[in-house]
């Protein structure tokens, strides 16, 4: 698939199109695709992590520890603005069930918060309890 994103689609579409590829477990594919080089992903434990290359880097990392993947349930989708150039702000409310190799669970009922800036995400902001996973 190309790394480029279809300038037409709606910031809604982009948003549903990321999460169907967060079902099929495709989650570096889907950062590749949708993510601008300057993204941000902010954590509600506070870690920050700056730039394309370092947010994949990290979800490999992750994603190494995965032991399986059960899957995604969306639970809502929604667009805060849309200017119809692909800058905007996108939400999406979700639980994602992991079992990791060490044996604990990762399946937080999530929200992310998408900054669009000329049809790439420029920021990412994860609600969820840290606490209780």
């Known amino acids: 698939m190309s790394s ?26 889907g950062m590749e695709q949708f993510y601008a080089d300057d993204v941000i992903n ?6 920050i ?4 290359q370092a ?15 059960h899957g995604i349930e969306i ?5 805060g603005e849309d200017d119809g150039k692909g800058n905007g702000v996108t939400f999406a409310e979700y ?3 992991v079992d990791m190799k060490d044996g604990s669970k990762f ?7 998408t900054r669009w800036k000329n049809g790439k995400a420029v920021h990412n ?7 209780f996973l």
Not at 49 to 52: D, L, T
Not at 55 to 69: D, W
Request: charged share 25%.
């Open 4 to 29: 480029d994103v279809n300038a037409s689609q709606t910031l809604l579409e982009k948003s549903q199109q990321i999460l169907d590829m967060l079902k099929k477990g495709e989650f570096v594919e």
């Open 42 to 47: 902010e954590e509600p434990t506070g870690v």
């Open 49 to 52: 992590v700056q730039g394309k």
């Open 55 to 69: 947010i994949i880097e990290n979800e490999k990392n992750i994603l190494q520890q995965v032991k399986t993947y």
């Open 75 to 79: 639970k809502a989708v929604g667009v």
């Open 95 to 97: 639980k994602l069930s």
């Open 107 to 113: 399946n937080p009922d999530q929200v992310q918060v």
């Open 125 to 131: 902001k994860f609600y969820y309890n840290p606490n």
